[in-house]
């Protein structure tokens, strides 16, 4: 059931410069950090997941 009251916002809009490449797709235990956290939002049925990206976008779309 779909929490109607219930969104999620994830921020992966760094540019991880000190690390040198997009933390986001950064992999632990077979999965991106992105990855992970959208399956957590989507444990939480909330009715919208939004993932805001920005440095790196196209690089992160292009991995999902």
């Known amino acids: 059931m779909k929490h109607p009251l219930l969104s999620v916002l994830i921020p992966a809009a760094g540019a991880s410069e000190r690390l040198g490449r ?8 077979g999965r991106s950090l992105l990855q992970k956290a959208v399956y957590l939002a989507h444990s939480l049925s909330p009715l919208v997941i939004n993932v805001v990206t920005g440095a790196n976008d196209e690089t992160i779309k292009e991995s999902q």
Request: proline letters at 12%; a positive charge; hydrophobic letters at 25%.
């Open 22 to 29: 997009p933390k986001q797709l950064v992999n632990h235990k």
